[in-house]
């Protein structure tokens, strides 16, 4: 499974717009992107899953560049309930559902 | 929505007891998973199955047993308890390995976790 590298943390403010970058130099050919999103004391709930270009659902969008190196997941105008822990996740799309879950990008949103 | 519970939030046992977490889906989902998140270490894999009766480790399984007599309930098994196994134990499910359903396996619901703290 190809790893993933995310930054630890970042801050924002309410009603901005953020975006966190997930690396994934060795992605492979059959691989998927998918993000989740864990809030203090709950599960990960799963958010968004992409191949390539964008993607885009009621919760986030999901940029992938042609070269699928990188992913970035975009979150709309956030307030202080998206205060959460974000994961990154690359795997092939059957591969039977054994996820590895890296650090994740702690995401404080600030009033 | 599929709904996903744990038997417990939170627990508390001795070391050398035998411990059962369960946890129940009610989407009839193929598959189930049980995981544990540690801080620093994040959430790591224990035990799996695809299907009733059958089970496949994780990357950590030493110490847990698992048990899937029917499709909604996967139970985890701590056959002594020890301190070092003081989590949060996360179950989830997930609707099969995508080849007949379309759906991707990646997209897993978790139950709302267990601290299983360990005295």
């Known amino acids: 499974l190809a790893k993933t590298t995310q930054p630890i943390s970042m801050d924002s403010y309410e009603g901005q717009e953020v975006n966190i970058t997930c690396s994934h130099n060795?992605?492979?050919?059959?691989?998927?992107i998918t993000w989740y999103q864990q809030f203090p004391s709950q599960g990960p709930r799963f958010i968004i899953q992409?191949?390539?270009t964008k993607v885009t659902n009621e919760v986030a969008s999901l940029f992938i560049p042609a070269d699928r190196k990188s992913s970035t997941l975009s979150l709309p105008r956030v307030s202080l309930s998206d205060t959460a822990v974000y994961y990154c996740?690359?795997?092939?799309?059957?591969?039977?559902?054994?996820?590895?879950f890296g650090q994740g990008t702690e995401l404080s949103v600030k009033p | 929505d599929v709904k996903v519970t744990q038997s417990s939030r939170y627990l508390v046992k001795r070391t050398g007891e035998k411990v059962f977490l369960e946890c129940v889906q009610d989407m009839d989902h193929e598959n189930m998973f049980w995981y544990r998140q540690d801080p620093g270490l994040g959430l790591r894999l224990i035990y799996f199955?695809?299907?009733?009766?059958?089970?496949e480790k994780g990357d950590i399984p030493e110490g847990y047993s698992v048990s899937r007599e029917k499709k909604e309930r996967f139970s985890l098994i701590l056959e002594s308890a020890s301190t070092n196994q003081t989590s949060m134990y996360l179950c989830a499910s997930s609707l099969d390995r995508g080849q007949t359903s379309g759906r991707s396996s990646y997209e897993q619901y978790f139950g709302p976790g267990t601290r299983l703290t360990v005295t």
């Open positions: 199955s695809y299907d009733v009766k059958m089970k």
């Open positions: 996740l690359v795997g092939p799309y059957n591969q039977g559902g054994k996820l590895i």
């Open positions: 992409g191949y390539k």
């Open positions: 060795n992605i492979a050919t059959n691989d998927y």
